[in-house]
C-alpha cells in the first residue's frame, strides 16, 4: 500500500508540472482537475497523528499533523479548490494555475503543519504566491494593491517569525499547539491575526481583493483568512480578547459593506465580518464555540466564494463591478441570478442553508458563557448581512437598467456555482454532515428549534422592512469611503516627506561640508609643505576680519583684505615641487642624527 503524502506535496508538484507539461486545452483541464481528485483521495488514507517528520538542524519538523480540526479543514480546502478550479477552467495562461496551485498547496501545508517552522515556512509561501492572482489581472490598480498586499504580509510574516523565536527560547521547540501569554505569544497572535484580517490590521484585504482577476480573487477569498483562522484555533482557543476581536470585526465589516458601490469591496468587507463569527467562536473556547467557528469557517468558504463567482461572472460578462452601472441582469444571467440569492441567504443566516447552522451555534455559544455584549455585536452583524446582500441582490439583478445588456457566463463557470450553491442547501438541511468533520464530536446542537427559526425569520422581516422604507438611504454611490488605511498612508506620506525634505536636506549639507574638507585635504596632501604658509596667511587673515568686524571699513582695507584672500587662495593651489624644496643630503642626515641622540638621551634617563 502506497503511503500517503502530506496534501500540500501533491500541489506543489503538481504547480511545477504544469509549465513543464506545456499542457494545452483539453489536456490541461483534465490534468487540473485531477490534481484536486488526487488530493482527496489524499485526503481520505491520512491517518490520524504525526508523520513525515524530519530532523534538522536538532529541530523536529512535522508535514502531517493529521486530527479532526486539520482534516475537517482539509477536506473542505479540496472541495473548494475544486470547485475553483473547475470555475477557472477557460483560464489560458499557466501562471495563473501556477500561482493557484501553490497557494492552495502552502494552505494545506499550513493547515497539516506541526511544528511552527515549517507553519512558517508555509505561511510565507502562501502570501507570496497569492499576490500573483492580484498582479495576473495587469492594471496598474493591481500591480499597486499587490504591493500593498506584500508589504502588509511581510510585516505580519516578520511579526510571526519574531514570535516563534521568542517562543522556541523561552519555552524550548513544541509543537504547534495551544499558547499561554508572555512576548512571543503576543507576536504570534499579531502575525495570525493580519492573515485573519484582525481590526485595525485588516486593510490590505478590501484593498487587494477587489483588484485580483475574476478567477483569482476566488482562490482568494476562501484561503488566507481562513488560514488563520485555523491558527487561531490551534493556539488562541479561549482567549477573550479574541472572542471580543470577532465581535469588533463582525460589526465592523458590515458597516464598510454597507457604504461599498464595488461587487468585490462588499464582499471583502464582508468577509472580515463572517471571519469575525469564527474568530468570536475560536475564541469563546467551549466546545460549542470552537465547533461553531469551524462549522462557519466551512460554511463561508462555500457561500463566499459561491458570491466572487458570482460577482466575478457578471464582471466578466458585463466588464462592470459598481453597483451604480449595473442592474437588470437577472433576465440576462439567471444561473448567476439564481447562485447569488442563495448564496446570499446563505451568509445572512436564512433557515435551510447552511449559515443558519454555524452562525446560529456561534451565537448560542456566546449566550452560553454569559457575554450578552459579544452576543449583542453578533446579532446586529446578522441584521446588517441581511441589509448589504438585499442591497448587493437588488442592485446588481433586479434595479432598472435599460442600458445593459450582457448573456450567461460559460457553463464551466455555471456548472462550479450550481455545484457550489448545491452544497450550500445540502449542508443546510442536513447539517449531520458537516457536524461529522468538527473538531469535537459528537456535536451537542440542534439548529432547527422553533425559538431559533423565529427569531431568524424576524430578523429577516425587520431587515427587509428597513429596506424597503429606507431605500434610497442603501442606494449605491460614486465616493471614497475612508478606512484605517488612510492613516496609514498619510503616516507613510509624512515619513516619506521626512526623508526627502529635512533629513535629505540635512544629508546634503553634511555632505557638502565633508566634500569641500576632503577636497582641502587632497589639495594639501599635493603640497604638504604649504601648510605652514598657508598657516600663516589664514591667522592674518581672521585676525584682520576680527579686529575691522565692528569697525567701519575703509575703501583701502576692503581692497587689502580681498588681496589676502587671493593670495590665500592662490598659496592653496600651489603644486608641490620638488626641485623648489630639495635640500642636501647632509642636512637629512644630521636631522635624523639628531633625533637618534635625543630619543637616546630620554631612553636612558627613563630608566
Known amino acids: 500500500m502506497i503511503k500517503p503524502v502530506p496534501p500540500a506535496f501533491i500541489f506543489i508538484l503538481g504547480a511545477m508540472l504544469i509549465p513543464l507539461l506545456r499542457l494545452r486545452g483539453r489536456l490541461r483541464q483534465p490534468y487540473l482537475i485531477l490534481v484536486f481528485v488526487v488530493a482527496f483521495i489524499d485526503l481520505l488514507y491520512l491517518e490520524p497523528g504525526a508523520s513525515w517528520v524530519y530532523h534538522f538542524l536538532g529541530y523536529e519538523l512535522v508535514f502531517a499533523k493529521v486530527d479532526r480540526l486539520s482534516l475537517g479543514i482539509g477536506y473542505i480546502f479540496v472541495i473548494i479548490g475544486f470547485l475553483a478550479i473547475l470555475y477557472s477552467l477557460h483560464v489560458r495562461e499557466d501562471g495563473q494555475h501556477v500561482a493557484a496551485f501553490l497557494y492552495v498547496g502552502s494552505s494545506l501545508g499550513v493547515v497539516f503543519a506541526g511544528d511552527y517552522f515549517s507553519l512558517f515556512a508555509f505561511w510565507e509561501i502562501m502570501a507570496l504566491t497569492s499576490v500573483f492572482l492580484i498582479w495576473y ?207 446570499s441567504l446563505s451568509i445572512s443566516g436564512g433557515p435551510g442553508f447552511n449559515g443558519f447552522v454555524s452562525k446560529g451555534m456561534v451565537i448560542s455559544s456566546a449566550a452560553e458563557v454569559h457575554k450578552p455584549i459579544l452576543e449583542l455585536m453578533l446579532v446586529l452583524a446578522s441584521v446588517g448581512t441581511f441589509l448589504s446582500f438585499t442591497k448587493l441582490c437588488y442592485f446588481t439583478f433586479f434595479a432598472q437598467n435599460e442600458g445593459i445588456r450582457a448573456k450567461e457566463a460559460p457553463l464551466n463557470m455555471q456548472l462550479a456555482m450550481m455545484l457550489t450553491a448545491l452544497l450550500c442547501v445540502f449542508i443546510g438541511v442536513y447539517p449531520k454532515v458537516l457536524f461529522s468533520v468538527l473538531p469535537h464530536y459528537p456535536v451537542h446542537y440542534y439548529s432547527y428549534t422553533p425559538s431559533h427559526v423565529v427569531g431568524v425569520l424576524q430578523l429577516f422581516l425587520l431587515a427587509g422592512w428597513v429596506f424597503m422604507v429606507a431605500r434610497a438611504a442603501f442606494s449605491p454611490h460614486e465616493g471614497i469611503v475612508l478606512d484605517f488605511d488612510y492613516f496609514y498612508r498619510m503616516t507613510c506620506r509624512g515619513i516619506v516627506w521626512l526623508c526627502t525634505v529635512p533629513l535629505n536636506g540635512l544629508r546634503l549639507r553634511v555632505q557638502a561640508f565633508f566634500s569641500r574638507e576632503v577636497a582641502s585635504v587632497a589639495r594639501l596632501s599635493r603640497n604638504p609643505i604649504s601648510i605652514p604658509a598657508l598657516t600663516k596667511q589664514y591667522v592674518h587673515l581672521m585676525t584682520v576680519q576680527i579686529l575691522k568686524h565692528n569697525a567701519e571699513i575703509s575703501q583701502n582695507r576692503r581692497m587689502e583684505l580681498e588681496h589676502m584672500r587671493s593670495k590665500f587662495r592662490e598659496i592653496r593651489k600651489i603644486p608641490y615641487n620638488e626641485n623648489t624644496y630639495r635640500g642636501p643630503m647632509g642636512l637629512g642626515i644630521l636631522l635624523a642624527l639628531i633625533f637618534l641622540f635625543f630619543y637616546g638621551l630620554i631612553y636612558f634617563l627613563a630608566s
Not at 501569554?181 to 485573519?196: D, E, K, P, Q, T
Not at 475574476?214 to 482568494?220: A, E, H, I, Q
Not at 479574541?242 to 465581535?247: I, L, P, Q, S, T
Not at 465589516?253 to 461599498?260: E, H, K, N, S, V
Request: charged letters at 10%; one cysteine or more.
Open 137 to 343: 489581472r495587469r492594471e496598474k490598480e493591481s500591480l499597486d494593491a499587490g504591493f500593498r498586499y506584500v508589504l502588509m504580509h511581510v510585516f505580519g510574516g516578520c511579526s510571526l517569525l519574531t514570535g516563534i523565536i521568542i517562543h522556541i527560547v523561552s519555552q524550548g521547540f513544541t509543537p504547534v499547539g495551544l499558547l499561554g501569554g508572555g512576548l512571543g505569544s503576543i507576536f504570534i497572535l499579531i502575525g495570525f491575526g493580519l492573515n485573519a484580517a484582525f481590526i485595525p490590521i485588516h486593510t490590505w484585504l478590501p484593498d487587494s481583493y477587489p483588484q485580483g482577476t475574476v478567477t483569482g480573487s476566488v482562490f482568494l477569498s476562501i484561503y488566507t483568512t481562513k488560514t488563520g483562522v485555523y491558527a487561531l484555533a490551534r493556539c488562541f482557543s479561549g482567549a477573550d480578547v479574541v472572542a471580543y476581536m470577532g465581535g469588533i470585526m463582525a460589526v465592523y465589516g458590515i458597516f464598510y459593506a454597507l457604504l461599498q458601490n464595488d461587487t468585490r469591496k462588499l464582499l471583502s468587507y464582508h468577509i472580515i465580518s463572517q471571519v469575525g463569527y469564527m474568530v468570536a467562536g475560536i475564541g469563546v473556547g467551549t466546545a460549542l464555540g470552537v465547533n461553531g467557528g469551524i462549522a462557519h469557517l466551512i460554511n463561508n468558504i462555500l457561500y463566499k466564494s459561491l458570491l466572487f463567482m458570482c460577482m466575478g461572472s457578471v464582471i466578466y460578462m458585463t466588464g462592470k463591478s459598481k453597483l451604480t452601472e449595473l442592474g437588470g441582469l437577472a433576465r440576462f444571467m439567471p444561473v448567476t441570478c439564481i447562485a447569488c440569492i442563495i448564496a
